[in-house]
């Protein structure tokens, strides 16, 4: 196998656990024991390495949105757990422990971080679920985001509905500021209005 296959397998790994364990349990199992086998200030440089890694983790789950952002957090809470709970017992190796306390208030505040998140992200799917085509169209105008009669109808799915075309001459409307000052009071939608109101559109 040419080491970017290799390489891909791993991710596919990664990202599969319960299809790798079902169809290559010989490759799994022995990635599992090369790497419990490693030698303890290995694992123990990589837990202190973590924390360096949460800009790059943002950075990927902010290209994302729904389902798979979802996703993408809860695999950060759950590797950070795992550092946390799992090789802090007293079956790892000294060096791995004390790795572990040396960043541990770094990933407690990193975890609780993605917990929030994951939270807010779910709260604001299940908001923007049951917004109307008028209330998608401001709040898109308000963060900024251009609707074209070419993206119009791929953003619209983006919140459960299929008239691009409406989504599209709705935008078109709030893009002129008399059009969205008119229509704020008559399209509330939470979370923005009180910014609106507050002046940060003015």
């Given at each position: 196998m040419k080491k970017e296959e290799v390489g891909d397998l791993?991710?596919?790994?990664?990202?599969n656990p319960q299809l790798a364990e079902k169809y290559y349990p010989n490759i799994v199992t022995g990635l599992k024991q090369r790497?419990?086998?490693s030698q303890p200030y290995k694992t123990a440089l990589l837990i202190q390495r973590v924390?360096?890694?949460f800009p790059d983790w943002k950075s990927k789950a902010d290209e994302f949105f729904g389902i798979r952002k979802e996703?993408?957090?809860k695999e950060y809470i759950e590797l950070l757990s795992i550092i946390?709970?799992?090789f802090d017992s007293s079956n790892e190796h000294e060096i791995i422990r004390e790795a572990v306390e040396s960043v541990r208030l770094e990933l407690e505040e990193q975890l609780e971080f993605w917990k929030k998140e994951l939270k807010y992200d779910e709260i604001n799917n299940s908001i923007e679920s049951?917004?109307?085509i008028d209330q998608i169209a401001l709040k898109l105008y308000y963060e900024g985001e251009t609707v074209t009669s070419e993206n119009s109808d791929e953003i619209i799915k983006k919140f459960g509905l299929t008239s691009g075309k409406k989504l599209?001459?709705?935008a078109s409307f709030f893009s002129k500021?008399?059009?969205w000052k008119f229509r704020l009071i008559l399209t509330p939608i939470p979370g923005i209005l009180t910014p609106l109101l507050n002046g940060n559109m003015v």
């Open positions: 791993v991710n596919w790994i990664i990202l790497i419990w086998k924390p360096q890694l996703k993408i957090i946390l709970n799992d049951k917004l109307t599209y001459q709705q500021r008399a059009n």
